[in-house]
């Protein structure tokens, strides 16, 4: 198959070095321009582009998906199908480029969770299970025909990052299956979705991730699951932030929410509006991301002092 990879994040990775490495050929990459980072103004190239540029695969990285060259320079690569993977909303006229349209994996099981944010919603909501789906792409967003899922469990330790890495290596290899059937003149009947059954994910914003400590206890924990290692769930202490990545549940008595139950050694333990958590690993504005042991060496917490 004639293939052209769309993408951006880390979480595109696997399933572009899986088609590096299959019999497919991989005419080009296409993924945002590069950003100038830092004070030295640095070209920071998306993960995507940096993959490509390492194993010499042609790069396109275009401003907008509507100029006319670089529409011209994918139908000159005459492809046969489009690969996306975490890229952009791609207009009508470059999905009906190649003879096959364009795929795309998302990490869920859809109709669940169409936007932006499957993984941190599924997590943030508590879900023993999600999956990943690889379906045709329409114009409206992630509404197109399934062509194949897969149902994943979700662990109790998972975080965005580990649950995320095995659903795009799972999607890796169902990307693979995808194509390698399109290829042999499989022909793959799609499954339509049931607008009924839809439920929205969409993306994650800066006000989202302030802890609001008149939760219980399991909604908050599973919120900070859903957002670590990034952005991470953030409440204040003495005016600095003050980052969560990891909890535990614990069953306490009630107290004021956000108020210090316990902190010493390698506890602390902070009040929510129904249980409490204990607290594993933080990050305080100005240092770096700690486990709770190291963070209570070096500050003096009070019982019954507020967070937030």
Not at 39 to 67: A, H, M, W
Not at 165 to 188: F, P, W, Y
Not at 275 to 292: D, N, W, Y
Request: aromatic share 6%.
């Amino acid at each position: 198959m004639r293939t052209v990879f769309m993408g951006n994040p880390d979480f595109a990775i696997p399933t572009l070095r899986a088609i590096h490495q299959s019999g497919h050929e991989l005419l080009a990459v296409v993924s945002n321009p590069p950003k100038q980072m830092g004070r030295g103004r640095t070209l920071s190239y998306t993960s995507v582009g940096k993959f490509s540029i390492d194993n010499n695969i042609p790069l396109l990285e275009p401003g907008s998906l509507r100029s006319q060259e670089f529409l011209n320079r994918l139908n000159d690569l005459k492809p046969d199908i489009f690969v996306v993977v975490a890229y952009r909303i791609l207009p009508n006229t470059i999905i009906e480029i190649p003879a096959y349209g364009a795929i795309n994996l998302h990490a869920s099981l859809l109709p669940k969770y169409r936007g932006a944010g499957p993984i941190q919603w599924a997590l943030m909501n508590g879900d023993e299970k999600t999956g990943v789906t690889i379906f045709q792409i329409k114009r409206k967003v992630d509404t197109g025909d399934i062509l194949m899922q897969k149902e994943i469990e979700i662990f109790k330790e998972d975080n965005m990052f580990s649950l995320g890495t095995r659903l795009c290596e799972d999607g890796a290899d169902m990307i693979i299956q995808v194509l390698n059937k399109i290829d042999s003149g499989h022909l793959i009947k799609g499954i339509k979705q049931d607008p009924a059954m839809a439920t929205p994910a969409p993306k994650i914003k800066k006000d989202m991730t302030i802890i609001d400590w008149s939760w219980s206890s399991e909604k908050i924990h599973n919120w900070i699951r859903g957002l670590s290692p990034f952005p991470g769930m953030s409440t204040s202490y003495n005016g600095k932030r003050l980052r969560i990545f990891k909890t535990e549940i614990i069953d306490r008595k009630k107290m004021t929410p956000g108020s210090i139950i316990e902190a010493e050694d390698n506890r602390l333990i902070i009040a929510t509006g129904q249980g409490a958590l204990k607290i594993l690993e933080l990050q305080i504005e100005g240092r770096k991301k700690m486990h709770i042991d190291d963070f209570l060496r070096g500050i003096k917490l009070e019982i019954g002092e507020l967070l937030g």
